[in-house]
């Protein structure tokens, strides 16, 4: 399906050009689209996803920023419950492979420029804000707990 089919494929690149940002990837296939940004935050560079299909009520952005958690579950599980607690239209999880993302929602048949870019702002500001103290959760080990005692 070509850009001209899928309006809201149309609204979403006209918003990210609007915004001058040049996706790295845009995929769509059989009606589901991913569109793939890079965001240069004050931590590190940072992959973000879009994703929609043309059926669909609802426009997801996420991006995945600590690749896997091995140890500390319960107090970077706590920390994440903590943070969407005090959060507004971000949420933190954590994936069944252990890994952590950050995820906005927002209805697509409504949204207009200012959402969008709000959206994908939120995104990036808390990711920004919080991925150090939930990094600093997860390198946290026994030793570190042990030198605590």
């Known amino acids: 399906m070509t850009e001209s089919e ?16 040049q996706p790295e990837n845009v995929e769509d296939k059989d009606g589901q689209v991913t569109i793939t940004l890079v965001a240069q935050l004050e931590i ?4 973000i996803t879009i994703k929609f299909s043309e059926d669909s009520h609802w426009i ?21 419950l903590e943070i969407n607690y005090s ?11 252990g890994s952590i ?9 409504t ?3 200012d959402e969008f870019l709000s959206a994908l702002r939120r995104l990036t500001n808390d990711v920004n804000t919080f991925f150090m103290p939930i990094a600093n959760l997860v390198k946290t ?3 570190d707990e042990e030198e605590e005692d």
């Open 141 to 143: 080990n026994n030793d």
């Open 6 to 21: 899928n309006p809201m494929l149309k609204k979403v690149l006209g918003y990210l050009d609007e915004f001058e940002w």
């Open 60 to 80: 997801y952005f996420s991006a995945l920023f600590i690749p896997t958690v091995a140890n500390n579950l319960e107090n970077v599980y706590k920390k994440l």
């Open 101 to 109: 993302y950050a995820l906005t929602e927002l209805p697509s048949k």
């Open 44 to 47: 590190r560079e940072m992959s």
């Open 111 to 113: 949204l207009d420029y």
């Open 87 to 97: 959060t507004t239209l971000t949420k933190f999880g954590l994936s069944s492979n």
